[in-house]
Every structure is written in C-alpha cells, then in structure tokens.
C-alpha cells in the first residue's frame, strides 16, 4: 500500500515564503504530484517530480529525494489567492495509474 | 472549450435511496476516475476506468457502482448500502500515454447531502 503525511495547517503572511512537507510510504512509485484546491473547488495540478531535486514553476517549486521518502511544495512570494490547500499524490507502479493523495495542507495567507 | 462537467453541483438525498452523479469529458481521455472528500480530508478512491467496459474497485468502492458504456461518460451511483455518503465528490480523467507524468484533470465537483 501507500500512505502520504502533511502537516494539516500553515499560517503565513503576505510576501513571505512556505514549505509544505509531504512523506510517503511506497513500495514503487513514479513520481511526486502536487495539486491545489481552493475552498469548494475542483484540484488542479500544480507540479510533478519524477527524479530527485528541484522543479520551478514560476512562484511555486517542488522537490524530491527518493532516498528519503521525502519531499516539499515550496510557495514564494505569498499572495491572498495562494489561500487553498495543497496535496501530494503519488502514482504507484503496483497501482496502475491510480493516485494515492496525502491528506492536505491547508494553506492560509493573511495581509 | 475542453473539459469535465459534474452535474447536479448539489444534490440532496433521503435515506435509503439510489442516486446517479454525472461526469461527462470532451477531452478524449482514455481514463476515469471518481474520488470522495470528506470536509478537511483528501481524495479517496472510488472508482475508476481506463476503458470503455471496463472499470476496477478503488479504495473505498462499497456502497457505489458505475458503468462506463461510452468513452466519454462515467456516471456513479450511490446506493442505499453506503452508509455515510455525505461527501463532496470529484470526477478526474487522464489522457493515457504511458507517461508517468499524465496528469489528472478534475471536474467541478457534487456535493452531496444525506437528509
């Protein structure tokens, strides 16, 4: 089986910069997602990791260490509309194309 | 424009009967997927579909039933048997290409209510 863990809740301010940590457990795995999903709306894909190390995509970066069962979105530049929460997801190489999602971290930005 | 469509947005329902959400694609993916989300949870499995007649128990499949007779289409019943399903529920598909980085498209989501 897999199983994710993330932090249920992050605070942060206007500007400032978060890490939201995700570890797994898995006996096989293609790679690391990550999703967003704002407050009764639909997740949308964020990034994907496949090897170890860092993805940037504009303001939000991910990263990956296999080797650690560990890995982290990383939000700069915080803004009002980043308020959502983020999941990570793996798709198992014993699953099919099945994703397995992480519980969430619910991300609130303040002024 | 492309994309995933879930209706009704909210449906309400009395104890001990059947109801059908709908997911309807226009994005030519070959899989399918229905998820629950439970408030302040993630995404559990339900169902999903990699092809036309053919669909395989997810995670928590007791209690709901699908069919996928067209390519495009993915419906999910809920039946009397699921014993707690208030939940907000998502449709997603992929288009298959072999990639490990396909990606999950979402619908809008049905939230749904047990009176």
């Known amino acids: 089986g897999q199983s994710l863990e993330q932090p249920s809740e992050v605070t942060a301010v206007e500007g400032a910069i978060v890490q939201i940590n995700c570890t797994y457990q898995?006996?096989?795995?293609?790679?690391l997602s990550w999703y967003q999903q704002h407050d009764g709306g639909a997740p949308t894909f964020l990034s994907y990791?496949?090897?170890?190390g860092l993805e940037e995509t504009g303001r939000f970066s991910s990263f990956l260490s296999r080797s650690d069962s560990y890995g982290y979105l990383l939000l700069q530049e915080l803004q009002m509309k980043d308020s959502a929460s983020y999941f990570c997801?793996?798709?198992?190489?014993?699953?099919?194309?099945?994703?397995?999602f992480g519980g969430g971290t619910r991300v609130l930005v303040k002024p | 424009d492309g994309g995933i469509t879930q209706s009704p947005k909210y449906l309400f329902r009395k104890e001990g009967q059947n109801v059908t959400l709908s997911c309807e694609q226009n994005?030519?993916?070959?899989?399918m997927y229905w998820y629950r989300q439970d408030p302040g949870q993630g995404l559990r499995l339900i169902y999903y579909?990699?092809?036309?007649?053919?669909?395989q128990k997810g995670d928590i499949a007791e209690g709901y039933s699908v069919s996928r007779e067209k390519k495009e289409s993915f419906p999910l019943t809920v039946t009397s048997a699921q014993k707690n399903p208030t939940a907000f529920y998502l449709c997603?598909?992929?288009?298959?290409?072999?990639?490990?980085?396909?990606?999950?498209?979402f619908g809008p989501g049905t939230r749904l209510t047990v009176l």
């Open positions: 994005l030519n993916h070959d899989a």
């Open positions: 990791n496949a090897l170890d």
């Open positions: 997603a598909s992929t288009k298959e290409t072999g990639r490990s980085t396909d990606t999950q498209y």
């Open positions: 579909s990699q092809i036309v007649n053919d669909f």
């Open positions: 997801a793996v798709k198992g190489k014993a699953a099919g194309n099945k994703l397995t």
């Open positions: 898995t006996s096989g795995f293609y790679g």
